[in-house]
């Protein structure tokens, strides 16, 4: 059974820096292309980046691109995203997901993140 066990998120002021961590079990992660989705208050599901197996081919999301940066250690099965000059609007519930369901976040707890002065 696919598990994805988000961790990392907090409560930060705008500018400062989290990383967020997913530890996958269930199915060989070095052979997915691994996503970060994110919901805020009261919004829909947002895609925020991508890594492709192998960590070659990385995308990102107009919002967050030059201040997030996805990684991955398939050696831990885990996917990274390090957060930098963090914004109020980057506040939302955040949650990893394997291609090809972008969007199931049922897999997972998801972990929060919380910019706020």
């Known amino acids: 059974e696919v598990q994805l066990v988000e961790s990392g998120g907090g409560l930060v002021q705008p500018g400062e820096s989290l990383r967020l961590s997913c530890l996958a079990s269930g199915f060989t992660f070095s052979s997915y292309t691994m996503n970060w989705v994110r919901q805020a208050p009261g919004k829909g599901l947002e895609w925020v980046s991508g890594?492709?197996?192998?960590?070659?081919?990385?995308n990102y999301a107009d919002s967050v691109k030059g201040r997030f940066t996805i990684s991955r250690d398939d050696s831990k099965n885990t996917l990274y995203l390090q957060m930098n000059s963090l914004k109020t609007e980057d506040t939302a519930m955040y949650y990893c997901?394997?291609?090809?369901?972008?969007?199931?976040?049922?897999r997972g707890q998801g972990t929060q993140v919380t910019v706020s002065s």
């Open positions: 997901t394997k291609n090809p369901h972008l969007y199931d976040i049922t």
């Open positions: 890594i492709g197996s192998g960590g070659g081919i990385r």
